[in-house]
């Protein structure tokens, strides 16, 4: 990978700069706007490294056959990305997840009037963010409540017990997902049934499913809590802007979208702060910069969603901003499939929030909240409030 030409002020070049990793790997990062969503769907790039040996012969085998499709490996790899995200969106139907609303909204009620008689102050982290995440997570997955708290308990051991605990805490996880697959195969409406009908007998989709499956009921429960809380955080650290929401609960449409505008994602296909991850399939140039086959790049939305050039003054907290394009979900065939059901969560929060507790405040300084100490996860360890 050649050095960058720092002395550039030009501004296609500048959309593009090297930086290295946590790890300190070199890498392509892409912060302008424009630049970030027409390389989001760029099929010169790839979520799979090449450089890596590929280790699904059985996939490769399966998508180099004489019906026309890719016989390069790197090409496989891209067929079988691209056919699992649309495995993906089947799952995620539009249908299925707005009948979630309902039932989302019913248990945000009970909660909040659970925060209203408790005792002061309540925490809306603990007693709102958390416990939504795992009511939605139970219900997409179709299985019983309690077992939200069965996730919680084996994820906490592994981010925070021993080796040993923590190596408990994934076989059991692992072992909860492998026998909801097999449970769910006979085929069905629901969530997982429906993700193992579209992915068939090809066992690349299968291994993915069982991947997708484990995280959710694990670390995929943070990038929504967080930003649960980080919805309350921006709205109640202006309380000028809350109150507008509470004399005009319309602007909650567009207030949610610039919520997620400023939302610092990290998913779990984002390793660190830096991006979404893709790599180049073949030598290029593209905005002056020479790119190699291999090369990271990573797809800065967070700065994309700063980008004046689309954003004016983004570093403002505007509930009328319309259009409001943020790229917090990706862009493109690999963008969240979750992105509807997220949002709806975020809604249905703040809607309630704002007709529960109209007078609600911070019952501290948003200076004094503190964020989460480990470095894949931005969030709240409390969020105290009054009214
Ligand atoms: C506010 C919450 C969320 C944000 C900001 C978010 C953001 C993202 C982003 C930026 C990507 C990468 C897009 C790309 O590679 O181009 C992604 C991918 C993904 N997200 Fe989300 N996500 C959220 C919630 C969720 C939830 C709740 C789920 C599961 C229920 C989920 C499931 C996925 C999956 C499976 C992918 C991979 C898609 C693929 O490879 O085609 N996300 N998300």
Known sequence: MSEPDTRSDRQDEADISMVRTQTGRPAWQVNGHAAVKSLSHDPRL????????????????STSDSAGEPTDPDLADQAESLGWSRVLR??????????????????????????????RPPDLHSQLSVPTVSFVTCALLDVPQEDGHHFRTCWEAVKTGTQAEAGQGQATLLRYVRALMASRQQGGDDFVST????????????????????????????????????ALVLLLRDP????????????????????????????????????????????????ARALRRGDLILLNVVGANMDT????????????????????????????????????????????VVERFPTLRLAIDAEELRFKERPTSEGFDALPVTW
């Open 240 to 287: 000028a802007q809350y109150d507008s929401l509470v004399r005009d609960p319309r602007l909650i449409g567009p207030a949610v979208e610039e919520i997620l505008r400023l939302f610092p994602v990290i998913s779990g296909k984002i390793q660190g702060p830096e991006g979404i991850r893709r790599f180049a399939l073949h030598d290029f140039e593209e905005r």
């Open 309 to 352: 050039s689309v954003f004016p003054e983004p570093d403002r907290f505007d509930p009328r901003r319309t259009p409001n394009p943020h790229l917090t979900f990706g862009y493109g065939p690999h963008s969240c499939p979750a992105a509807r059901l997220a949002k709806i969560e975020i809604q249905v929060v703040v809607e309630l």
């Open 90 to 119: 089947k799952a995620f139907a539009t249908e299925r997840i707005d009948a979630l609303r309902p039932r989302i909204a019913d248990r945000v009620r009970s909660l909040l009037e659970g925060v209203a008689a408790g005792p």
């Open 195 to 230: 993700m193992l009908t579209a992915a068939g007998d090809n066992r690349a989709y299968l291994d993915r499913a069982l991947k997708f499956l484990t995280s959710l009921v694990s670390k995929g429960r943070e990038t929504p809590t967080n930003a649960l809380d980080w």
């Open 46 to 61: 790839s979520d799979v490294d090449p450089m890596l040996p590929h280790t699904r012969p059985d996939a490769i085998a």
